[in-house]
């Protein structure tokens, strides 16, 4: 070996070997600490912008979680506790802890069907009228992207908080900054939100809380 294919072979191991550690999810669940605070006690609520039950997070697809951190790290997602962690975070960590939730608490639901419960007809109608299965998917599990969230039993009060988040505009303080989803939210009153949260979040679906160990 020459030393030049010597010293290429080196300088490719040490830019790979960043790569190999990101999307690995037992480093991630090292990484879990400053999470499970909030995502690993059921039931326990947040009180920004309003009170409600901070989302479930186990089961949620890793490349959505990543998106999420970085909109937060970002500012698009005005949230101080969660802008606040996020800025202590690599792109190797937010991959970590994504490829971690993603598997965390596999094989503790049942199967999902592919076809929801049929919902009453007036939120039908606003379900189409917003479109959400054709980003969500027809069971509101399975996006058609794995950068899009599974929204299928979420809780209800979190989804509501989440879908109105969107309205705001030119806020320094709330609001979420994504053109997609407040064009969809803009035509909605918010009891309409509230009415397409409930359903939705009533849904069997992958996602869940999972109790942390008292002792870790």
Known sequence: ????IAFLLATVTALAAPLAHAQDAKVGEAKAAMCIGCHGIPGYQASFPEVHRVPMISGQN????????????????????????????????????GAFYEQHGAGKSAAVAET?????????????KGNCASCHGVNYNKPIDPSYPKIAGQHADYLAVALKSYLPKNSNQVGRGNAIMAGQV???????????????????????????????
């Open 62 to 97: 890793a490349k959505y979680i990543v998106a999420a951190l970085q909109a937060y790290g970002k500012g698009e997602r005005k949230h101080p506790t969660m802008r606040g962690i996020s800025a202590t975070l690599t792109e190797a960590d937010m991959a970590d802890l």
């Open 116 to 128: 929801p419960p049929a919902p009453p007809a007036d939120v039908a109608a606003l379900l189409a």
């Open 1 to 4: 070996m020459t030393p030049k």
């Open 186 to 216: 803009a035509p909605f009153k918010p009891a309409e939100l509230r009415a397409m949260a409930r359903y939705i979040g009533s849904l069997p679906g992958d996602l869940k809380t999972v109790p942390q160990p008292k002792f870790r």
